[in-house]
């Protein structure tokens, strides 16, 4: 006598690691950068659908564990993604995610995935989103400061979103500089190798910052910046940890995601509560223009938030409909009677033990 | 050439329906109830070592999808639950959940698990905990109120963990207190299933209440219930949602697991916000006597806190450290350099095209 197969309600779609990179060796990584933000930016157009929450963080001494929550009324969508600067030291990532899309009517998960691959193309795509709307026309260079695991991301997601031609790549660590310039050969991309920040944002119209210390950091000062400049400083991401002097802050435009988290987490930190800021779907809606001239420095000042990994869920749980790579897991139990989870136990023990 | 193999660090251990139905069946209930109420009040009883914050919930008018997060600073642990009381018209469970238990130190999960079993094992096991010092000395009589999914796993407990000898089932479907009656049946429990919930708490003892209505209900009434009696009321657990007559609480002493949820969520939303309560924890730490005499009514008003899933996950944890079956799951990346999430595509790429 056969066992029980798990009930076809027990079954919830997982991406793994290695699934994740088969789609996206199939996909194309620019198609999926262009096809994420599309669907990014579809759910930044209906902002005020969504339930919005700060992430709800659990901090220690060597990190941060988040929960990042968010629903349309339709779907609900979370993401579970940790932030420790030290990991690498011990051989793991630095940002690691896993997170789960689920039917609101009936409270079901439809889908969990690996999200650290996901999350690098969904926080790539909506800075070049974003700076598609507020870096200065015809920006072909960019500054690429921080050469971990998020840069070539950046740089592969600005060129296919912003026409950015040309990288120029920075790090503390000479080592992570190399390994980005090798990964991004032959990308379609000049890639320029700096020492130092100075020389990495000589030219550029477009500056990413992306470093991963968890302290308040100056990656940029203030004399570095010059007039009509885009920044997009996503490296600042938790209380206590900035990249830029506060004085570039005060003389810029500043976008953000979601107010009421970067005001907790971003470079905003760094300024009175109050202080103006713009969210980024009301330039994306089109109720704000995003940059008006060549001079103004424009900041987006961005953290992540719950909607972009909803939409990249969303995005992922189509790209399965259309036959996309992935296994089954027997995640949620499903007795015959709903109201008979006990029995569905006894009535397996006893098919074993008739096996 | 072989395709490259997940890196050590990519995999989870992963507890499925079918690995936790043989954990059940290997360990045998009323043992396993007993080891998580041990862990559950070991966890109680150091309350404030623990993070602690009502769940965050996402409300629907078909239910509830609820985070609920907690750390001891040296793990973190969070479900995901559900509560959708229509769900079982589609053949679906009220309650399913999953849940993660990871190092506080490097941010990893170090356990995926199914908890639509988990849960109905740590809630029975709770509420016999708190029985325990709650319920009359030498209780031997149990009504339980609601006979769904987890009426079984609550009669088995308040066996297994109070002692109690005989179980009164009701429920307004009688064809849910037929399915109870089986599966108790030759469990060493007298069973008598009822036709009222008057008939039901003739000479309990103790009154589970569980039912799973998502609106203010009425499931037991003033006059119902005598002096000395301990309610343990577990189906009340979202706001709006009730089981218990307003005059019942007032004449009760009430117990509860966090006061800041159970204000939002249990039956004492229907009483002002500074109604006195007490914390469980403090009965299990000594730092409360729990009844106190004969004639006193108390009332557990429980709606399930996330300490108490932590403590099922350091339970099934350690179960698994034991050898109890689970699988490795591909769920984290796991590149040579930890700073080369990229490159990791890139070459397993090469490796496909080789292989």
Same mark, same amino acid.
Request: hydrophobic letters at 40%; aromatic letters at 6%; charged letters at 25%.
């Given at each position: 006598?056969?066992?029980?197969?798990?009930?076809?309600?027990?079954?919830?779609?997982?991406?793994?690691?290695?699934?994740?990179?088969?789609?996206?060796?199939?996909?194309?990584?620019?198609?999926?950068?262009?096809?994420?933000?599309?669907?990014?930016?579809?759910?930044?157009?209906?902002?005020?659908?969504?339930?919005?929450?700060?992430?709800?963080?659990?901090?220690?001494?060597?990190?941060?564990?988040?929960?990042?929550?968010?629903?349309?009324?339709?779907?609900?969508?979370?993401?579970?993604?940790?932030?420790?600067?030290?990991?690498?030291?011990?051989?793991?990532?630095?940002?690691?995610?896993?997170?789960?899309?689920?039917?609101?009517?009936?409270?079901?998960?439809?889908?969990?995935?690996?999200? +650290?691959?996901? +999350?690098?193309?969904?926080?790539?795509?909506?800075?070049?989103?974003?700076?598609?709307?507020?870096?200065?026309?015809?920006?072909?260079?960019?500054?690429?400061?921080?050469?971990?695991?998020?840069?070539?991301?950046?740089?592969?997601?600005?060129?296919?979103?912003?026409?950015?031609?040309?990288?120029?790549?920075?790090? $503390?660590?000479?080592?992570?500089?190399?390994?980005?310039?090798?990964?991004?050969?032959?990308?379609?991309?000049?890639?320029?190798?700096? +020492?130092?920040?100075?020389?990495?944002?000589?030219?550029?119209?477009?500056?990413?910052?992306?470093?991963?210390?968890?302290?308040?950091?100056?990656?940029?000062?203030?004399?570095?910046?010059?007039?009509?400049?885009?920044?997009?400083?996503?490296?600042?991401?938790?209380?206590?940890?900035?990249?830029?002097?506060?004085? $570039?802050?005060?003389?810029?435009?500043?976008?953000?995601?979601?107010?009421?988290?970067?005001?907790?987490?971003?470079?905003?930190?760094?300024?009175?509560?109050?202080?103006?800021?713009?969210?980024?779907?009301?330039?994306?809606?089109?109720?704000?223009?995003?940059?008006?001239?060549?001079?103004? $420095?424009?900041?987006?000042?961005?953290?992540?938030?719950?909607?972009?990994?909803?939409?990249?869920?969303?995005?992922?749980?189509?790209?399965?409909?259309?036959?996309?790579?992935?296994?089954?897991?027997?995640?949620?139990?499903?007795?015959?009677?709903?109201?008979?989870?006990?029995?569905?136990?006894?009535?397996?023990?006893?098919?074993?033990?008739?096996?």
């Amino acid at each position: 006598m056969p066992l029980p197969a798990p009930g076809p309600m027990s079954l919830v779609p997982f991406v793994s690691v290695e699934a994740m990179m088969k789609i996206v060796l199939e996909q194309g990584i620019e198609r999926m950068l262009i096809d994420l933000a599309r669907y990014i930016e579809d759910d930044f157009r209906r902002w005020e659908q969504f339930d919005k929450t700060p992430r709800i963080a659990a901090h220690s001494s060597e990190g941060v564990i988040e929960l990042m929550p968010t629903s349309d009324g339709r779907s609900y969508g979370f993401k579970y993604v940790n932030g420790h600067p030290r990991n690498f030291q011990t051989g793991r990532q630095t940002v690691t995610a896993f997170g789960v899309l689920s039917d609101v009517e009936t409270g079901y998960p439809v889908l969990l995935t690996e999200m +650290t691959i996901l +999350t690098a193309l969904r926080t790539a795509a909506t800075s070049a989103l974003a700076a598609k709307h507020l870096a200065p026309k015809g920006a072909k260079v960019m500054a690429m400061i921080g050469n971990g695991a998020q840069s070539e991301f950046q740089c592969l997601a600005f060129k296919a979103i912003c026409g950015i031609d040309t990288v120029r790549l920075y790090d $503390i660590d000479p080592k992570a500089t190399g390994k980005a310039a090798r990964n991004l050969a032959g990308k379609g991309l000049a890639v320029v190798p700096c +020492t130092s920040a100075e020389q990495a944002i000589e030219g550029a119209q477009i500056i990413t910052t992306c470093t991963a210390d968890k302290q308040y950091a100056t990656i940029l000062t203030d004399n570095m910046v010059g007039s009509g400049v885009h920044i997009n400083a996503i490296g600042g991401d938790c209380p206590g940890k900035t990249e830029l002097h506060r004085d $570039i802050l005060t003389r810029s435009d500043i976008f953000v995601e979601y107010s009421a988290q970067t005001r907790i987490e971003g470079e905003i930190q760094q300024l009175d509560a109050d202080h103006p800021v713009t969210e980024i779907w009301q330039v994306l809606a089109g109720k704000n223009p995003g940059r008006r001239d060549d001079k103004q $420095i424009t900041l987006f000042d961005s953290v992540g938030f719950a909607t972009e990994d909803f939409s990249a869920l969303r995005y992922l749980k189509d790209l399965l409909g259309s036959g996309a790579g992935h296994q089954m897991l027997d995640l949620l139990a499903d007795p015959d009677d709903p109201r008979d989870l006990f029995g569905m136990i006894e009535r397996y023990g006893k098919a074993v033990a008739a096996a």
